[in-house]
């Protein structure tokens, strides 16, 4: 591997197909486990992130005698300074709280012979940019470097030169990043605030297994949740302004699946791996076309089958298109019946509701608009197999 062979690289891959286990490995393979000094830094862009990579290198370096530090911010200072002391070979952090280890000469970088940025394109194209940059010149410049994520635009690329030497570039096309396991829906919604009506329709008609739903935004998170809950739905959300506290004991639970729907902003999308996930939702297209892949990729996990639906104002068509377009890839329009589309069988049927009378029917700019708790109701079964 490229990795191993002492290399920069630029790795691209699809959502779920093992990056965070591959750059572990090599990581670990390049270490010396008899010296207690900091030789691999992982960086990655949350908090969730940084300690899940942090128990992949834990449960595959555990029979090596090599330790393994999660440095991220909402933890105790305190606390990072006394591991960091003990000299642990690997460390895992989000960029601030790396950045203030090494200004504190707590976290030492004599030693360092692995830098890795997980989801760099990330980091190197929003607010991480400056802090990376001080971290990259605190280094050795011996240190080798290693970029992933599932997408790499090439305003990433061209940035890379700057800090990398001749990487190898491992790259995939656009039109192969899509997962093939993820099937794609979307729901015309004529109206904006019909968008709660349709969710909740959809909530109540399908089986779930776990499913993620996407806002734009913190403020639209908690707006839905509350409304959820109001409606007597169980639901949980996660997003920036948390305490990490917080966050952590909501991650646990959705992990252990006693918490089987999370709303969530962006804070999740990346890297984050809960293997029961089976359903995404779009509640709001995101504002960015690369954001939605790894959206849609925290469903279908590792060959897993899934589905991915997105709600559709006529103001989002050109979004849609735009998101087709760029990953050769089409969304289909949601039918009334998916499950013979998926191969599954029908987990429950609904009578028709009575009460449509009021709603309108049709959106002009759409092929047909979703109208909340009509007589066209959805059977759609998220009990996957495989």
């Known amino acids: ?32 486990h008899n010296l207690k000094a900091c030789q691999a830094l992982i960086v990655a862009p949350t908090r969730e992130l940084a300690q899940q990579i942090q128990k992949v290198v834990v449960a595959i370096g555990d029979f090596m005698n090599i330790e393994c530090h999660a440095c991220i911010g909402g ?10 002391r003990n000299g642990p070979q690997v460390v895992v952090g989000t960029p ?34 400056e ?10 410049q011996s240190t080798q470097v290693t970029l992933l994520s599932a997408t790499m635009p090439q305003d990433v690329l061209e940035v890379t030169t700057k800090f ?8 995939v096309k656009k039109q192969e990043l899509t997962l093939e396991g993820i099937k794609q829906f979307y729901i015309a919604v004529e109206k904006e605030e019909w968008k709660l009506d349709t969710l909740s329709d959809l909530y109540e008609t399908v089986t779930i297994t776990q499913a993620v739903i996407f806002c734009n935004t913190r ?18 959300a996660m997003h920036g302004d948390m305490e990490q506290g917080q966050r952590d004991v909501i991650m646990k639970e959705f992990r252990s699946g006693s918490s089987r729907v999370l709303i ?54 050109r979004m849609m298109r735009e998101i087709e377009q760029f990953y050769s890839t089409q969304i289909e329009e949601m039918p009334m019946n998916v499950a013979g589309k998926l191969s599954l069988d029908p987990v429950r049927k609904f009578s028709p509701d009575t009460n449509c009378s ?16 009509c007589g066209l109701r959805m059977q759609l079964p998220i009990t996957l197999q495989g």
């Open 75 to 84: 933890t105790n200072v305190r606390d990072d300074m006394t591991a960091l």
């Open 96 to 129: 601030g709280r790396i950045h203030d280890m090494i200004e504190r000469r707590v976290l030492k970088t004599d030693q360092m012979k692995l830098f890795i940025l997980d989801e760099a394109d990330e980091m190197l194209s929003r607010g991480f940019t």
């Open 219 to 236: 403020r639209k998170v908690d707006w839905l949740t509350d409304k959820l809950t109001a409606r007597d739905f169980t639901v949980s």
């Open 1 to 32: 591997m490229p990795i191993i062979k002492g290399h920069d690289v630029i790795a691209q891959a699809q959502s779920g197909t093992g990056k965070t286990a591959t750059f572990s490995i090599s990581a670990l393979q390049k270490i010396d």
């Open 264 to 317: 969530a902003t962006d804070l999740l999308a990346r890297g984050i791996d809960v293997q029961q996930v089976s359903l995404v939702i779009n509640y709001d297209l995101p504002a960015n076309r690369e954001n939605y892949i790894h959206r849609i990729g925290r469903g279908g996990r590792f060959g897993r089958k899934g589905v991915a639906i997105n709600f559709v104002t006529a103001d989002d068509v």
């Open 131 to 140: 802090q990376i940059y001080d971290i990259f010149q605190l280094l050795p």
């Open 358 to 373: 009021s709603r309108p029917h049709l959106n002009t700019l759409i092929p047909s608009s979703y109208v909340p708790r």
């Open 164 to 171: 990398m030497r001749d990487p190898i570039r491992i790259l």
